[in-house]
T-cell receptor, first 111, second 115 residues
Framework: AQSVTQLGSHVSVSEGALVLLRCNYS??????LFWYVQYPNQGLQLLLK??????LVKGINGFEAEFKKSETSFHLTKPSAHMSDAAEYFC?????????FGSGTRLSIRP | DTEVTQTPKHLVMGMTNKKSLKCEQH?????MYWYKQKAKKPPELMFV???????INESVPSRFSPECPNSSLLNLHLHALQPEDSALYLC??????????????FGPGTRLTVL
């Protein structure tokens, strides 16, 4: 069965600091992996996705994620946090039959 | 235009009411989705329409009835809901149906409260 685990329901970083949101997946077939962001009172917006090819994926707003098959991980990073990055972040896996979301990580940014 | 619109933004209804949620996209997408999201939880898939046909129903109670009148429009009809159905209902669309590798574009949601 496919699943997604996001480590840490809440992450707080200072403005300008590195952002690291962790995601591990379980999939019996080569997965497609996604990161979505949800700002308060809004729908989800795709940050980036991995399908095949280059394992380092660059997304919008300066975010990137690296697919590591050996570690079954797809962690999201951003070198320098901005106040506008405060939101809920969802990692998701799609083994082609459906999309499965992780439980989400709330990112807070300290001034 | 990469926008998915949903109306209304907020809806309060009693358990005996009948109401409908509406979703619209003009991106030419052929797959549309309904999700339910409870507070501090990830979205849960309810229904998928692919080329205007219902392709997935995730064992949703019959008090939720989806409808896809055309390729741009998706409705969710609500009847005899329970207070536990209160949630944010999200609509999404993607280019092709039948695959989840496509980017899904989400609307802002309808915040539903059942009294």
């Amino acid at each position: 069965a496919q699943s997604v685990t996001q480590l840490g329901s809440h992450v707080s970083v200072s403005e300008g600091a590195l952002v690291l949101l962790r995601c591990n997946y379980s999939s019996s077939v080569p997965p497609y992996l996604f990161w979505y962001v949800q700002y308060p009172n809004q729908g989800l917006q795709l940050l980036l996705k991995y399908t095949t090819g280059a394992t380092l994926v660059k997304g919008i707003n300066g975010f990137e994620a690296e697919f590591k098959k050996s570690e079954t991980s797809f962690h999201l990073t951003k070198p320098s946090a901005h106040m506008s990055d405060a939101a809920e972040y969802f990692c998701a896996v799609s083994p082609a039959s459906k999309i499965i979301f992780g439980s989400g990580t709330r990112l807070s940014i300290r001034p | 235009d990469t926008e998915v619109t949903q109306t209304p933004k907020h809806l309060v209804m009693g358990m005996t009411n009948k109401k409908s949620l509406k979703c619209e996209q003009h991106m030419g997408h052929r797959a549309m989705y309904w999700y339910k999201q409870k507070a501090k939880k990830p979205p849960e898939l309810m229904f998928v329409y692919s080329y205007e046909k219902l392709s997935i129903n995730e064992s949703v109670p019959s008090r939720f009835s989806p409808e896809c009148p055309n390729s741009s429009l998706l409705n969710l009809h609500l009847h005899a809901l329970q207070p536990e159905d209160s949630a944010l209902y999200l609509c999404a669309s993607s280019q092709e149906g039948g695959t989840y590798t496509d980017t899904q574009y989400f609307g802002p949601g309808t915040r539903l409260t059942v009294l």
